[in-house]
């Protein structure tokens, strides 16, 4: 898919097209891949995401409302999202990635989909990232999620009595871009309570 036809979807279209093809190009290309717009991509998501559902749930508390987020920013929402929005087949990769299926991995779709959003932003700035939002993500209440990870679990529970919340760092990373092995660490109030490794800093 051309990178006007995921503009067309979008709903926008870019001043400075390099982003859009920066925030497409998957970490096995070797050089101006989307890592950096993925970072970037993550924190307006929360913003914004966070920002509209303050506007929408005004009796929402501090729990539900991080719940409620969490249903649309978490991997399998933005995977879905990115489905949606062809994304994968406008994908910028390497023979070997995309004959594993790379063009159709969860987390693959996830992080494009937030350097998307970061290219939207920098490009933009936050009102078109409102208007895509409002147009391409579901409404958490449509969600067929489980009713809770375990990291929204843990940071209700925690915060349930006012407390502050976790805080979680990545320790460790092995392997390639592509083929990455996180170890990650949960702290609260200055203490690791928990550790884990997994494929995704999620």
């Known amino acids: 898919m051309a990178d006007t036809e995921l503009e067309l979807r ?7 097209a390099t982003l859009l093809r920066r925030a497409l190009t998957h970490p096995s290309i ?28 005004p009796g929402a508390d501090e729990g539900k409302m991080t719940h409620l987020r969490q249903l649309l920013v978490c991997e399998e929402a933005l995977s879905s999202v990115a489905q949606k929005l062809g994304l994968g087949a406008a994908l910028y990769m390497d023979h ?7 063009r159709s991995k969860p987390s693959v779709l996830c992080d494009a989909m937030e350097a998307v959003m970061a290219a939207v932003y920098l490009d933009g700035g936050i009102d078109p990232v409102r ?11 449509s969600i067929q999620l489980p009713l809770q990870d375990s990291k929204s679990r843990l940071q209700e529970l925690l915060q349930k009595n006012g407390g502050p ?30 550790m884990g490794k997994g494929r995704s800093k999620r």
């Open 165 to 194: 919340s976790p805080t979680y760092e990545i320790l460790s990373q092995e392997g390639p871009p592509n083929d990455c092995t996180f170890t990650a660490s949960v702290s609260y109030e200055g203490r690791i309570i928990g």
């Open 10 to 16: 979008l709903g926008y279209h870019f001043c400075d």
């Open 96 to 102: 070997g990635e995309e004959c594993t299926g790379g």
């Open 131 to 141: 208007r895509i939002i409002r147009k391409w993500w579901p409404r958490p209440e």
């Open 30 to 57: 070797g050089r101006e891949d989307n890592q950096r717009l993925e970072f970037l991509g993550d924190a307006v998501l929360q913003l914004t995401v966070s920002e509209m559902i303050y506007a929408e749930h």
